[in-house]
């Protein structure tokens, strides 16, 4: 069965510093990998995207790296703010299948404090 | 924000009655999409829709109904709710059928089957 991890499952941090959070996925073949973030409350919103040929994509303080040989995926995030607290959701998109097809896995919980 | 509206957005029920939970879109997506959200488990399928009168189910149907007779509506129904379907629920919708467009969520109904 296709599964995606994540670690840490819950992360506290102080404003402005840095932190990095993993995605460990097992399907395969993939055609893309997805970070949302989760505000409480909200629906996912995506962050990043990256293909199975792409290794790094950035979206502002966020930047996604993605390494398709030991299917590992982490996401970045510099110089923390507040409004970071949420939670982070790993997506994996299968090359066969669609829309219907796609594995979540069960975020990280990232507060940011002051 | 993507024009994604659900209702209500919070409700509270009994077990054995039937619920109706919509999904009401202004983007004329064709691909529309119910998960639902629980602790522990990363957002899972419940059913998909591919267009008006096209739906199929995903990965935890069981106990859910679903229809979609215009573009923008798509509803969930819970014919006779138990309190395993305390959850909550999103809907999304996308473009693309591939998985390549993001899938673009709604902001929830939090379900209480008591």
Not at chain 1, 9 to 35: A, D, M
Not at chain 1, 68 to 78: E, F
């Amino acid at each position: 069965k296709n599964q995606v991890e994540q670690s840490p499952q819950s992360l506290i941090i102080l404003e402005g510093k840095n932190c990095t959070l993993q995605c460990n996925y097992t399907v395969s073949p993939f055609s893309n990998l997805r970070w949302y973030k989760q505000d409480t409350g909200r629906g996912p919103v995506s962050l990043t995207i990256m293909t199975f040929s792409e290794n790094t994509k950035s979206n502002g303080r966020y930047t996604a790296t993605l390494d398709a040989d030991t299917k590992q995926s982490s996401l970045h995030i510099t110089a923390s703010q507040l409004s970071d607290s949420a939670s982070y959701i790993c997506v994996v998109t299968p090359r066969t299948g669609g829309g219907n097809k796609l594995t979540f896995g069960t975020g990280t919980q990232l507060k940011v404090e002051l | 924000d993507a024009g994604i509206t659900q209702s209500p957005r919070h409700k509270v029920t009994e077990t054995g009655t039937p619920v109706t939970l919509r999904c009401h879109q202004t983007e004329n997506h064709r691909y529309m999409y119910w998960y639902r959200q629980d602790p522990g488990h990363g957002l899972r399928l419940i059913h998909y829709s591919y267009g008006v009168k096209d739906t199929d189910k995903g990965e935890v149907s069981d106990g859910y109904s679903v229809s979609r007779s215009k573009t923008e509506d798509f509803l969930l129904t819970l014919e006779s709710a138990t309190s395993s379907q305390t959850s909550v629920y999103f809907c999304a919708i996308s473009r693309t059928r591939d998985g390549d467009q993001p899938q673009h969520f709604g902001d929830g109904t939090r379900l209480s089957i008591l």
